[in-house]
Structure formats: C-alpha cells, structure tokens
C-alpha cells in the first residue's frame, strides 16, 4: 500500500491508472468527557489503514491523508469543536477530489468516520463522478460493516453499535489509543441523561432537535462497559468488510 504523504510526485505517475485512492475523514468535536476530541479521526485513520493494507493484497491502493474536519456544528455547544459548514465541507471535498483526479487517479473511495458527514460525502461521491468522469464511491465504516456490527454486538450482549462516545467507540480507542481514555472522568458526567433523546438519535427517521445532545451529556450509551479486547476484535471484523468493498470497488 502507497501512502499519498510519503509518494514522490514522479510516483504518482507509475500507479495512478489502476490505484485505488482512499480518502479517510473524521471530525475534531466533543467525545464526552471521557474520550478526546480526535476520537473520529483516529478511528477511521485507523480503519482505512488496516482496510488498505488489506485491500492491496489484491489491488493497488494509496491512502490518503486523512481529512480531520467535518460538519459537526451539532457538537458547538461544547468546546473544542472544529466544525465545517455542510456548504464548506463539500466545496473541501468537491477540490480535494478534483485534486486527486487532477494526479491522474480515476478510481477514489470516502472512507467516513462521523455520522454528521455521511449524506455530503455521498453527495459530494455524485457531484465528482458526473464532473470528471471517475468512479467515486463513499460510505461511512459502519454502513460498510453494519450486519456484522449488529451480528456481533447481538452475540456479545454490547450496546447498538456505533452510537457516540459509547461503548463501541470506547472500546476501539482502548485499543488505538489507550493512554487517552480517561473513564475515571465518567463521574463528572451528568447523571440525568435522558434516555428517549437516545432513541431520538437512533431512530430512522431523520429528525433534528437542537438540545439532544445536551440532553443526553454528550454521549448515547455507557462508555463504562468498554473492553480492548471487544474493540480489537470489532477492528478486525470491520475492515475485513471494509477491505472486501474497495476490492469490488476496484473492480468496476
């Protein structure tokens, strides 16, 4: 596997033909008290690297910088939140693609680690492919990955996965970057949380409330039922899925 940062740009040329360019994006936003504010984008750093590596057993792949800032204005009513506007973050995804065609690459895959990104990644995947005439595809890990997140979630009794600042996302950082969960700052949480805010958040319905996140501390479910060894197989379980999609993807 290539990594776009490390290439030279006489590189470029040898590869771009045939390569697979994964674009990883996450968010700088409030993951609870307990998880940094990098949580997003360590996460997905980390699934679209171990899915390249296992990508490039079959196909060629460079993998991209990964882009720290997505459309959290959701989470401003914490501090250390970065947030783009929807508007902003697809004219930065609408260049950046354009920058990655402009290399000679006619294949590109947005790898997503936040939810408030997902429906502009896939507007922006659109917008590329009728522009320049590419193979665009776009999907948030978890969307990859969701039977088997749900299959294993069910069999291990966890929490519905990927929630937020949960159980799930606790467990993968245990794992990515253990030195920065800080469970024992659980105590300072609200212990009021509203539960039916919870499944407002999970409902299919799309439905927009500008307190939820206040209402429920900033976190969907318990962070404090997190285990590595869950979070390492789960790593495991969705990049092989993940790896499995941009085969097919290179396919086409």
Known sequence: MYKWNEMTRDDF???????????PIGAVEQHGPHLPVMTDVAIVNEIARKSGEKTAKQEPVVLGPTIPFGFSHHHLIYPGTL????????????????????SGFKKMFIINGHGGNDEIIQLAARNAAVDY?????????????????????????????????????TSLM??????????????NANP?????????LSSNVRIEKPSVWK????????????FAERGKELIELITD??????????KL
């Open 13 to 23: 040329n040898k590869i771009a033909e045939e390569a697979i360019v994964i674009l």
């Open 83 to 102: 947030s783009l506007s929807s508007n902003t973050l697809l004219l930065v995804l609408k260049e950046l693609l354009e920058s990655v065609v402009k």
């Open 133 to 169: 005439n590419v193979t665009v595809g776009a999907a948030s890990y978890w969307s990859i990955a969701s039977d088997t997140i749900k299959n294993y979630c069910e069999k291990h009794h966890l929490s519905p996965a990927p929630g937020h600042a949960g159980q799930f996302e």
């Open 174 to 187: 245990l794992v990515i970057y253990p030195e920065l969960v800080k469970l024992a700052k659980l105590v």
């Open 192 to 200: 009021r949380r509203n539960p039916l805010e919870i499944d407002l």
């Open 215 to 226: 209402d429920i501390d900033g976190f969907t479910d318990d962070p404090d039922s997190a």
């Open 241 to 250: 899925e993940v790896a499995r999609c941009l085969i097919e993807f290179g």
